[in-house]
């Protein structure tokens, strides 16, 4: 039995390779990041730098040399 019929194949849009609309999606997942990151420095405040801070040296009460008399 011999079908005298074309066959119509369809190559809509749909049927894209998976690796461009992963790649898609990806950059437009990393597009979405930078442009957050890029929203967090625009609001980063600049800020004072701490003192610098001056060690001391102290004894606790009943340790080191102080408790060998």
């Known amino acids: 039995m011999i079908n005298q019929k074309q ?7 749909s049927n ?5 609309v992963r790649r898609e999606r990806r950059r437009r997942q ?4 930078f442009d957050q ?3 967090v420095v ?8 701490a003192p ?4 001391e ?4 009460p009943g340790t080191g040399k102080q408790n060998q008399r």
């Open 16 to 20: 894209r390779c998976p690796r461009v």
């Open 37 to 39: 990151m890029r929203q």
């Open 30 to 33: 990393a597009n979405w990041w």
């Open 7 to 13: 066959m119509e194949l369809g190559l809509a849009g």
């Open 57 to 60: 040296q102290t004894w606790l």
């Open 42 to 49: 625009e609001r980063a405040m600049d800020w004072e730098p």
């Open 52 to 55: 610098r801070f001056q060690p």
